[in-house]
Every structure is written in C-alpha cells, then in structure tokens.
C-alpha cells in the first residue's frame, strides 16, 4: 500500500504556472493521497474549484475535500439574485477504495498582529482496506508563523487521534437498539451499520518544521543524550526514520520558490502509532516533482494494494 503526501502550493509550480494536471501526474498511482493547501474560488488560481478539478482529473479515486479557511466571495447580480460563492482553503485525501467517512478540526491559532497568521486543520478520512478493515488517514496541514502555535496544534492532533476509537464513528449504536427510542427510529434506518473508527492510523502532511525543532520532539518523543528518543508508547513513529534514514536528512521544500541556492528541508512527514511501525517498508521523496514549492513525501507499507 503507497501512500503519498503533497502540499501542493494550490498548483503553482516551480516554474510560475498553475497547473493541476502535473500534480495529479506526481501522485497518481498512490493508493492514498493526502494533499494539502487545495483551494477553491480564488482570483490567484483562476475561481476554480481545484478539489472538484483534481477529482475529475483523478476519476479512479473516491476523493474528500475539508475546508479549514471559508470566508465569502459572493456577488450580487443586477437583478438582485446573489451568486452565492464561498472562498475556501483546504486538504483533500483521495483513495482508491472507498472513504468510509470524514471529520474536520480546526486547528489553534493566535491571532498574531505583525505575521499573517491563518487557520489550519487535520482533516480525518477512515478509508476502507482493500482486504479488510479500516485505516484512519489524518491529512494535517500545521501553521508556518508560530512555534507556539504549532506546539498547540500538535498537542491538538494527539487528543483528537487518541479519543477517535473510544468515541466511535460518525455515529454508534444499532438500529435495533433504535427500536426502543420512539424518536421516529424509523427516519434512520439508513445509519443501521456504523462505520468504522480503527485503532490504526497514518498521521501525514506539511507540520512546517524540522527535526531539529523543539516542536519535533513533541511527536516523536525528546532526546536523552546517548540513548536516543525516548518513547513511552504514546509518540508517532517518524516513517522516514524508521525506513532507515537521519532524522536530519532529506528536504520537501525549499524557500523562495525551490531556489537552487535555498536550502532544502524536511517538514513534511507521515507517522504511525507504535502498533504499525512493523508495517512500514519504505519512504522516499520525489525530488523531481515541479509542481509545487514542496516534493511530495512517498510510504510503503504492507497492507494489500488496491487491485
């Protein structure tokens, strides 16, 4: 099972071009792709809807949209009708096989007075196995501006992954137990099977730091001088690092639009619980990708493959 991470930058590439059809093209294949910074109704990229665009570019895929930022961009007609049109700013998870269900969290934020300082999110997809079960995709995009911000947010993300299995899925119970409610049982009769909410999960996305960041140690666990990370069971497995490579090694972006002189680093990441590190087989970047200002994050691991 691959799957693949990707901020696309809302399809402007290296090269100053907008294009969606080379971003589907650098990720196309994967059996999951998380993509983060899709954007739908803005000037900048032409007032497309860029996760409808992506869905029918790639139409083998069931495909998810979550807007953390909407604000307005409505206009009144000369006969007074409103062309209703919201702006949107979001992440998208695309899969092979189907998307079970889907949830959104907004992210903290400060409002900061001399940064432009946006709302991010997680947005949480439960996709269906190809042979069985269910896996929980967070596609999380973190705040560039604030290291405070971002610690906050992690601390966000862990809280919401550990309450998902014991708060179930996007509803619970049964219609049997339905019966007993005389709250017109029968208007839900649709929602008879629950879905799922999986212990395992896949934490990936632009978090905007590096390994050497304090923030870092608060997914993964801190460092004890010879001894390494420390874990207590509760921290993400870093898949780069559990593939065998240095933490310190690799780059998903450079500034100022991928440069050859900017220095390139590593902030996008995919993660796992502790029970899935068995899982993983590999990671690799795309370092040839163009379409963005980021190179798209790639992991292997041993589920069966959609056929």
């Known amino acids: 099972m691959k799957i693949v991470t990707y901020n696309i930058q809302f ?22 792709i998380a993509l983060q910074e899709v954007e739908r109704h803005w000037d900048r990229s032409g007032n497309v809807d860029q996760a409808a665009q992506l869905g029918r570019i790639l139409d083998r895929y069931y495909w998810v949209y979550g807007p953390y930022f909407d604000v307005d961009n409505s206009a009144a007609q000369p006969d007074g009708r409103i062309n209703n049109v919201r702006r949107q700013f979001g992440n998208m998870i695309l899969s092979k096989t189907p998307i079970l269900s889907t949830r959104l969290f907004p992210l903290p934020k400060s409002a900061l007075r001399q940064r432009h300082n946006m709302v991010v999110g997680v947005f949480e997809g439960v996709v269906k196995l190809q042979s069985d079960g269910a896996l929980r995709i967070y596609n999380a995009h973190l705040g560039a501006r604030s290291q405070h ?18 708060e179930g899925g996007a509803w619970t119970g049964s219609l049997a ?39 870092y140690d608060h997914l993964v666990g801190p460092k004890d001088g010879d001894f390494g990370r420390l874990s207590s069971g509760e921290e993400f497995i870093d898949t780069w690092v559990a593939s065998g490579h240095d933490e310190n090694d690799g780059g998903t972006y450079r500034a100022n639009n991928g440069a050859d002189d900017a220095p390139s680093v590593r902030i996008d990441y995919a993660f796992v619980d502790q029970s899935m590190q068995q899982r ?3 990671a690799w970047i795309d370092e040839a990708a163009q379409g963005s200002d980021h190179q798209p994050y790639w992991i292997k691991l041993d589920y069966a493959p959609y056929e």
């Open 149 to 166: 911000d971002r610690v906050k947010q992690i601390n966000s993300i862990r809280d919401t992954i550990r309450r998902a299995p014991a």
């Open 280 to 282: 993983i087989l590999g």
């Open 11 to 32: 399809g402007l590439g290296k090269d100053g071009r907008f294009d969606l059809e080379r971003v589907a093209g650098e990720v196309d294949g994967a059996d999951v």
């Open 177 to 215: 137990s339905a019966l007993w409610d005389h709250h017109a049982h029968t208007l839900w009769e649709e929602d008879a099977s629950p879905p799922p909410m999986p212990e395992s999960f896949v934490l990936l996305g632009d978090f905007n730091l590096e390994a050497k960041d304090p923030e």
